[in-house]
């Protein structure tokens, strides 16, 4: 199985909501920095959201600024993103990463240290209008 998988995708009208599911196994998330990614058709990687997991910093993304949200889950071992108000521009991959604690969750999203870590495959998200 691998390290991070991601689920919960899927498609939403425009307005609506969404969970995002990411699962860890074989290593404990509450050790690690995790983040959110979006990457769409064309564009370039995106940091969504990042949990330094260090003092409570949570950064945060242009697109994730009050629409999103990260939380642990640290008995299920997961983290989830949880999306409102979603657009259609919000449509991508969404992927996520735990990367050890040594990095702040602007580092994280903005210079996403894919050398590291554990990077899971991620899972769809269509808005429609």
């Known amino acids: 199985q691998e390290p991070l998988v991601e689920s919960g995708g899927g498609s939403v009208q425009s307005g609506g909501s969404l969970r995002i599911s990411c699962a860890a196994s074989?290593?404990?998330?509450?050790?690690?920095?995790v983040g959110w990614f979006r990457q769409a058709p064309g564009k370039e990687r995106e940091g969504v959201i990042c949990d330094s997991s260090r003092d409570g910093e949570i950064y945060y993304g242009d697109a994730a600024k009050d629409r999103f949200t990260i939380f642990r889950d640290k008995a299920e071992n997961a983290v989830y993103l949880q999306m409102t108000s979603l657009k259609p521009e919000d449509t991508a991959v969404y992927s996520c990463?735990?990367?050890?604690?040594?990095?702040?969750?602007?580092?994280?999203?903005?210079?996403?240290?894919?050398?590291?870590?554990?990077w899971g495959q991620g899972t769809q998200v269509t808005v429609y209008s």
């Open positions: 990463a735990a990367v050890p604690p040594m990095i702040t969750g602007q580092s994280m999203c903005t210079h996403p240290p894919t050398h590291v870590g554990h």
């Open positions: 074989k290593f404990s998330l509450e050790y690690y920095a």
